[in-house]
């Protein structure tokens, strides 16, 4: 990303920490796994034809919302 002050993964991200149940250790890796995969997807995106933000915005999208992957985590 390129400091896009609308890219909407930090707080996203921030999200999820508040509403994930798990212990620490699984909190962590989840995150990690969640914002490698956020990222990559967003990367990905701009080749077919989308800004950086677009792109966040989507990937953002078709992830799921906070509440949604805490529950099925």
Same mark, same amino acid.
């Given at each position: ?11 996203? !991200?921030?999200?999820? !920490? ?19 995969? !956020? ?14 933000? +677009?792109?966040?915005? +989507? ?15």
């Amino acid at each position: 990303m390129n400091g896009d002050t609308t890219d909407p993964i930090e707080p996203y !991200l921030d999200e999820l !920490l508040l509403q994930i149940r798990l212990p620490p250790r699984d909190t962590r890796r989840l995150m990690a796994e969640i914002e490698a995969h !956020l990222l990559e997807s967003a990367a990905c995106l701009p080749e077919l034809g989308r800004s950086d933000s +677009e792109a966040a915005r +989507e990937a953002v999208r078709r992830i799921g919302t906070p509440g949604e992957v805490a529950a099925a985590a």
